[in-house]
């Protein structure tokens, strides 16, 4: 699997915080050229939730980008979405008899001893993190660093997503240590979020590469 360099997440409690809709947000990191969203909803699911789901899904097909759900494997094999998943959810093995063989599944992992193990899981690609101190998490792991990150890119041949406090002066360091993708919440969200700044941030990113 190739990911895209860069891997944006929609979080709905971060855009919520910022008085800011998912979906005003997602249309404009598509049309800034995102070619992979992760849907984060940390809260139970509703009605209004699962179609913000739903829409997202179709606006990503409309774009030819992935879509990824994070944590709900129900709604990731209804929406015929990817899934990401976490230490606390169920186990990728488990989320393979629910999600079928061509959906992307992803696994988080936070040293390396979860790494070693996320790497003999049937998943597409691994995530490491927290890279750098990061605000969008409560109760996150202790962070990474550049080293380790390193030192993990010779553990798994498998695509490594790294996550966590990752900005766009710090995100060449962070491919250079090995990352194959920079998973991006609050750095695509500029003080003021306009289609047109939020298109612009993403352009950003898309230009470091």
């Not at 800034?32 to 899904?57: C, D, M, N, P, V």
């Not at 061509?102 to 988080?108: A, C, D, I, P, V």
């Not at 202790?142 to 790294?162: C, I």
Request: neutral net charge; glycine residues 8%.
């Amino acid at each position: 699997m190739r990911l895209p360099a860069i891997y944006p997440i929609v979080d709905t409690q971060a855009l919520i915080r910022r008085g800011r809709d998912p979906l005003f947000f997602a249309e404009a990191l598509l049309e800034g050229g995102a070619r992979i969203l992760q849907f984060r909803h940390k809260g139970a699911y509703s009605r209004a939730s699962f179609e913000t789901a739903k829409r997202l899904a179709s606006l990503c097909a409309e774009a030819d980008a992935a879509f990824v759900i994070d944590d709900r494997a129900d709604i990731a094999a209804l929406l015929g979405a990817g899934l990401h998943v976490g230490q606390q959810d169920l186990p990728p093995a488990l989320v393979r008899r629910v999600l079928t063989d061509k959906l992307t599944l992803g696994f988080s992992t936070h040293n390396e001893q979860q790494l070693r193990e996320g790497d003999l899981e049937p998943v597409d690609y691994l995530a490491l993190g927290p890279i750098f101190d990061t605000g969008s998490k409560q109760n996150a792991d202790p962070t990474v660093g550049l080293e380790r990150l390193s030192n993990a890119r010779r553990l798994t041949t498998k695509p490594l997503v790294a996550i966590g406090g990752i900005t766009l002066e710090t995100a060449r360091s962070v491919w250079n240590a090995g990352a194959d993708s920079i998973a991006v919440i609050g750095d695509l969200m500029p003080e003021e979020i306009t289609k047109m700044t939020v298109r612009e941030r993403m352009q950003a990113w898309l230009n470091l590469k």
